[in-house]
């Protein structure tokens, strides 16, 4: 499965795009605004505590987050 990237983060396959061109769905990346979403909430961070929390959001680092990460601690 191909896709081209938007810069909204979002999605369209290169086969829709090529035969629905305008018409082609599009596909957001809900990884990246579920952890936006519980990097905010309150009840979240009280229900599972600091620790927890921040364990579960960095599993859910995206490509680029991680990549940023791989080449941060190469330099160190």
């Known amino acids: 499965m191909q896709y081209l990237k938007d810069k909204s983060r979002q999605y369209v396959y290169k086969v829709y795009a090529k035969i629905l061109k305008e018409d082609a769905p599009v596909i ?15 009840h979240f961070w009280n229900k599972h505590g600091k620790k927890a929390t921040e364990d579960i ?20």
């Open 28 to 42: 957001t990346n809900r990884k990246e605004r579920i952890k936006k979403h519980l990097q905010e909430c309150e």
């Open 57 to 76: 959001l960095k599993n859910c680092a995206s490509e680029e987050e991680i990549e940023e990460i791989e080449v941060s601690s190469q330099n160190n």
